[in-house]
Nanobody, 122 residues
Framework: QVQLVESGGGLVQAGGSLRLSCAASGLTFSNYAMGWFRQAPGKQRERVAG???????YYADSVKGRFTISRDNAKNTVYLQMNSLKPEDTAVFYC????????????????WGQGTQVTVSS
């Protein structure tokens, strides 16, 4: 079965960096657009970054210039490099796979990971 497994979350001070990884199995990874979403308590899930099958990248305005999404099809893994972290970045981060095009709509993604907590202290 399809599995997406996130790792790399944790507690970091404001201004610090984290690198999230999402390892996929059970699917033909290169056929899927990938997205990183986050959900803070009491808020809706929002997409922070996406990468198409061809490698085009997309970012939420709130993370542009600070976050970088990348994919390694040979390793079936998508990454999210997060720099200059802010307390408002605190959330559970999820990766998701979409057989269709890159989209910012969570409902259009086919598979989800279990999430990894990112906490940024001030």
């Amino acid at each position: 079965q399809v599995q997406l497994v996130e790792s790399g979350g944790g507690l970091v001070q404001a201004g610090g960096s984290l690198r999230l990884s999402c390892a996929a199995s059970g699917l033909t990874f290169s056929n899927y657009a990938m997205g990183w979403f986050r959900q803070a308590p009491g808020k809706q899930r929002e997409r922070v970054a996406g990468v198409s099958r061809g490698g085009s990248t997309y970012y939420a305005d709130s993370v542009k210039g600070r976050f970088t999404i990348s994919r390694d099809n040979a390793k079936n893994t998508v990454y999210l490099q997060m720099n200059s972290l802010k307390p408002e970045d605190t959330a559970v981060f999820y990766c998701a796979a979409n057989l269709g095009p890159v989209t910012d709509s969570p409902s259009l993604y086919d598979y989800w990971g279990q999430g990894t907590q990112v906490t940024v202290s001030s």
